[in-house]
């Protein structure tokens, strides 16, 4: 209350005093202050360099206060990228408390995905946005652990196939999409579509990459109903037609 | 004699174009609005253009996650210590409702359902 009522005094409060204060406001009170809001308002007065000043404060203040401010629903993805790949302890509800490998947090939802490594795999606990209490960073992350975590959901890679049988594969693909008067076009190792969709290597529906999810389920459909990529699996070769389709004749 | 019953609107679905929502739906309003803002909203682009890198790397992720989950078991956590079990089958894409089968609910197994992500405080699967 003091500060809000005393912007001189406010002015002269060093970064630290400010956030400790801050804090301890919000623990005496349970309100919860607003910094930047209280900036903007107050540096309309102010000169345009006091006015730079409190804004360079106020962002730093914004780094350390806003998940406490705001709450997790509001912290935005910025500040939830800080505590990816991180050892953390989740506050959620009043008694709850769970720990784990931050995985990610969904930007829509807030919702936040621990993972718990164990010798035969991982537990993974997603807890929804709005149950979320509190995020306290227990262990920072490391280099292992991080790329543990990154490979964990990548699907598995195809590397194994041969620069010649890549080139095979995307003169099929870019084949198949010509005949079917798709405008695509070689850029390097991929294929560009309408300049709306990539196919990667090693050109399967599932590496298409588009932002317009109308032309990337239409193109996948395509590139599945591709005729030759049946060959690649010696299992289609053998199918035979069924007797009984042939039988027109007895009719 | 007949009794008139009041008609219950359901939301709005998503719309042909598979844009999801509608924004101006009553449910889009209550329950999403606040997850699409951004908190740059006065800030440079630049900032805009690092706020929307964040977001899709963490979207990815979670996509990834929820494909994984696909056909697994998932243990729900719900108010009043509710549990239950079901197999995962999807989420919509403001992760609203998951649609699970095989729902083991207190008084028996549900075929197919769907779950109101708000009454979920967390849920858990093994990999």
Same mark, same amino acid.
């Given at each position: ?113 621990? =993972?718990?490594?164990? /010798? #035969? &795999?991982? %537990?993974? !606990? @997603? ?54 008067? =798709?405008?695509?076009? /070689? #850029? &390097?190792? %991929?294929? !560009? @579509? ?58 | ?127």
């Amino acid at each position: 209350m003091f500060y809000l009522n005393n912007c001189c005094c406010f002015r002269q409060l060093s970064t630290e005093a400010v956030y400790g204060s801050a804090r301890n406001f919000k623990g005496g009170s349970g309100t919860i202050l607003d910094l930047s809001c209280f900036f903007r308002k107050e540096t309309h007065k102010q000169a345009p360099a006091f006015r730079g000043l409190c804004r360079a404060q106020a962002r730093t203040f914004c780094f350390h206060l806003t998940v406490m401010q705001r709450g997790w629903l509001h912290s935005g993805p910025l500040l939830w990228l800080q505590y990816v790949d991180k050892n953390v302890k989740l506050k959620v509800g009043k008694h709850e408390e769970h720990r784990g490998w931050l995985l990610t947090v969904d930007p829509v939802s807030a919702s936040v995905v621990l =993972v718990n490594f164990r /010798e #035969d &795999g991982a %537990s993974v !606990r @997603v807890v929804m946005g709005h149950a979320v209490e509190d995020v306290e960073v227990l262990q920072e992350s490391d280099p292992e652990t991080a790329e543990r975590l990154r490979l964990f959901l990548l699907p598995p890679t195809t590397s194994s196939l041969d620069p010649e049988e890549l080139s095979r594969r995307r003169m099929g693909v870019y084949r198949w999409l010509e005949k079917n008067r =798709v405008p695509v076009e /070689e #850029d &390097g190792d %991929s294929l !560009r @579509v309408a300049g709306a969709l990539t196919i990667l290597a090693p050109y399967r529906p599932e590496d298409c990459c588009s932002s317009n999810q109308i032309i990337l389920d239409r193109i996948q459909r395509l590139i599945q109903s591709q005729p030759h990529l049946l060959k690649v699996d010696p299992g289609f070769d053998s199918i035979q037609i069924l007797p009984g389709f042939s039988g027109s004749q007895e009719l | 004699m007949a009794t008139p019953v009041s008609v219950l609107r359901l939301p709005k679905g998503p719309d042909p174009n598979s844009r999801g929502f509608d924004p101006n739906s009553p449910r889009f309003v209550a329950l999403c609005r606040t997850s699409i803002s951004t908190s740059a909203a006065e800030a440079d682009a630049k900032e805009l253009q690092r706020e929307q890198r964040a977001r899709s790397a963490l979207r990815e992720r979670f996509l990834r996650c929820l494909l994984t989950m696909t056909n697994k078991k998932v243990q729900f956590h719900m108010h009043e210590k509710v549990d239950v079990e079901a197999t995962f089958g999807a989420s919509d894409i403001d992760v609203l409702n998951f649609q699970v089968s095989d729902l083991h609910t207190p008084i028996g197994v549900q075929k197919e359902a769907l779950i109101r992500c708000q009454d979920v405080i967390s849920f858990t699967f093994d990999m």
